[in-house]
């Protein structure tokens, strides 16, 4: 009974919370409540410290944690010849996202741009998010990286991964010479 069967591909290897995460950075907001977030901002570096004399966990760390927070909700699908992957991006500009591969792992990035407002606006709630994001996805055995293609339409990202027709084995006899 081949067991790999049953156990499916982990796509997030690269994401586990094992591995320190890289910096978000978020946007500071403009408006009336600016000098009020570099305060916040401060008030959160120094508890940080604090925190970290007592060898507990900086609230960036915690932070990194919560799903959504600028980090991209997607889908993987396997079907038949390939694997698509559907990333969602709404607000984000297909010039503004970038799409690597990194040692079989494909890196997808981009930046959800603060949208300009008058000085006149007077905000009474901000929910939306703004700043840099980052997905890694660790291809399995039988991805073929060199055919990887990718489309943006109406916010979602289609990345599309062909499947050779055998995959590697996972154990192979090597020669004695």
Known sequence: MNLQKLSPWNWFKSESADTPAPPTTVEPRRGDLTPLLGMH????????????????????SRLGDMP????????????????V?????????????????DDHRLVIEGEKRHESRKEEDQLHRVERSYGRFRRVLDLPADA?????????????????????????PARREIPIQ
């Not at 992957?85 to 970038?98: A, F, L």
């Open 144 to 168: 073929k990286d060199e055919e990887i293609q990718a489309a943006f339409d109406k916010g979602v990202l289609t990345v599309r991964v062909p499947r050779s027709e055998q995959a590697r």
């Open 68 to 83: 959504g927070l600028l980090q991209p909700r997607l889908d993987i699908a396997e079907r038949g010849s390939e694997y």
């Open 85 to 101: 992957i559907s990333v969602e991006v709404p607000g984000v500009e297909e010039k503004d996202i970038t799409l690597s591969l």
């Open 41 to 60: 901002q401060e008030l959160d570096r120094w508890m940080d410290s604090v925190m970290r004399q007592f060898g507990m966990p900086s609230l960036e």
